[in-house]
């Protein structure tokens, strides 16, 4: 029986020769991840809740506000849920095809850029989870967003397009170095 190799059965690639991951198994990287989290933090979501109405936790007096921060706790912990039920979702949605040469960033894309200083950011372009990193390899990739600053300034960009980003006071310039 006769198994073809190609980039997306590829663990692995070789680019500037540097072993690198897939875009696919990129994608898979940040799935685990995200799952991972959402176990540990459905957990300690579950267990803030039952503190929070646990009958042993009465108010003893006035001032006691334990039961009251344990609920504010599993709010925000269940909100987090919501949050990384809905990046799973969106992940698993996300269109993961080859991009010819030259074609714009989009949903989906991998994209490299690099600094004035010649270092280079690796960004994995998605509708949710921005943020959310992972380390493939030597490369650090990081979830972008449209409607994070970078996000926002490379979408549509092709492969040697110049991009400034303005974070605060501070305009860092990239160049796209490729899109994939």
């Known amino acids: 029986m006769a198994f073809t190799f190609t980039p997306s059965t590829l ?5 500037d020769n540097q072993r690198v991951m897939t875009k696919k198994n990129i994608h898979q990287k940040f799935i685990e991840k995200l799952t991972s989290e959402l176990t540990a933090i459905t957990a300690a979501a579950k267990e803030s809740f039952a503190t929070a109405t646990s009958e042993e936790h009465q108010a003893k007096n006035r001032h006691d506000t334990f039961k009251l921060e344990s609920s504010f706790l599993a709010r925000g912990q269940a909100k987090r849920v919501e949050d990384l039920t809905n990046a799973l979702e969106n992940l698993h949605m996300l269109p993961l095809r080859k991009l ?6 989009q949903l989906g894309a991998l994209v490299r850029l690099i600094a004035g200083d010649n270092t280079t950011r ?15 390899g030597s490369e650090e990739i990081t979830i972008v967003t449209p409607q994070s600053p970078i996000g ?10 110049k991009i400034d980003v303005k974070i605060g006071f501070t305009t860092n310039t990239y160049t796209v170095k490729s899109v994939e």
């Open 11 to 15: 663990l692995f690639v070789f680019r």
């Open 100 to 105: 010819p040469s030259k074609s714009p960033v």
């Open 122 to 136: 690796t960004l994995f372009f998605c509708s949710t989870a921005g943020g959310e990193s992972i380390t493939a």
């Open 152 to 161: 926002q300034a490379i979408l549509g960009k092709i492969t040697g397009d």
